[in-house]
């Protein structure tokens, strides 16, 4: 299968995910499909990031998509821009690119270090203080400084993009690093092993109680595993894990562009997005 077809894939487990979360009344098995949307984006955009010959533009792309979205995330109040996810996880990337080709990547990780802990503590200032309106601090402003904070899937998807990488060259390794990958998410969302583990934390040793409380804020806001969600059951809430149902598509992909139609995916993300929470608004 091209990287076209698995868009292609990808876009009708997406729509099909979108129809459940904006329209009332829908069945619970349409978001178990929808699981398996992100991690096809995901492994297509590591390869784009791969074959592309031109990067500085492939990530102003995903930025300005990014940006583009937010504004549409704020005037709705939705938490949906895979964009920026995929930017962060582009921006990593090129990161470990660098640290394997010694390409000043102390330097750059020191930038990075500095960029994303800059903008989250200037994220936590600003929703501290009523300056601005939460929503446009934890959607657009994020989007525009390029920052970690608040994206959907949280770094959890950045991970999984990680060793989709890391083992592109590799289907063992890619299937046995994913199947990992997804027992690990199964039992730190399907358990209260984090809650009862940060409890613990605050119960035998009050002095770490700040520090927790910071711990299960990351974990919400930047992470992407909200203490109080997790522990609730595999079926009606915590399905993430259902993503490793899309494994079989990725292992036929041949590395082929397939057919190119250039701007239809960044365009019909927030077309449909918009169209379909309309429709709910409707029903």
């Known amino acids: 299968m091209s990287s076209f077809g698995l868009k292609m894939l990808a ?11 904006f329209l009332p009344g829908m069945p619970i098995w349409m978001h178990w499909i ?6 096809v984006f995901i492994y297509c955009s590591i390869w784009s990031f791969t074959y592309t010959t031109d990067r ?31 930017f962060s996880l582009m921006v990593i990337l090129y990161l470990i690119e660098c640290y394997q ?19 989250i503590g200037l994220c936590v200032i600003l929703l501290s203080s009523f300056f601005l309106p939460e929503t446009f601090v934890v959607y657009v402003l994020t989007s525009i400084m390029g920052s970690i904070f608040n994206l959907e899937g949280g770094l959890i998807y950045v991970l999984l993009g990680v060793i989709f990488w890391l083992f ?16 690990i998410l199964f039992g730190l969302t399907t358990t209260s092993i984090i809650s009862l ?3 613990w934390l605050r119960f035998h040793f ?15 806001t930047v992470i992407g595993l909200p203490p109080v969600e997790l522990g609730g059951s595999m079926w009606m809430e915590n399905y993430e894990w ?9 292992l036929v992909y041949n590395r082929k562009r397939g057919r190119s139609i250039k701007g239809f995916f960044y365009i019909i993300y927030p077309v449909h997005i918009v169209f379909f929470w309309y429709i709910g608004r409707l029903l």
Not at 11 to 21: F, K
Not at 64 to 83: D, E, Y
Not at 168 to 183: E, H, S, T
Not at 242 to 250: E, K, N, S, V
């Open 197 to 199: 583990s940060l409890g």
């Open 34 to 39: 929808g699981r398996l949307a992100a991690p």
């Open 56 to 86: 500085k533009k492939y990530f102003l792309r995903l930025y300005l998509a990014g940006v583009v979205m937010s504004f549409i995330q704020w005037s709705l109040n939705i938490p949906n821009n895979f964009f920026r996810s995929l």
């Open 11 to 21: 876009l009708v487990l997406m729509i099909i995910d979108h129809i459940a979360q």
């Open 168 to 183: 592109r060259n590799q289907k063992k390794k890619l299937v046995v690093g994913f199947c990992i990958f997804d027992i």
């Open 242 to 250: 259902m993503m490793i149902g899309c494994l079989p598509f990725l």
């Open 101 to 119: 080709k010694n390409a000043d990547f102390g330097k750059k990780f020191v930038v990075y270090l500095c960029w994303q802990a800059g903008t």
């Open 206 to 220: 009050p002095i770490l109680t700040i520090p927790v409380e910071v711990l299960e804020y990351l974990l919400d």
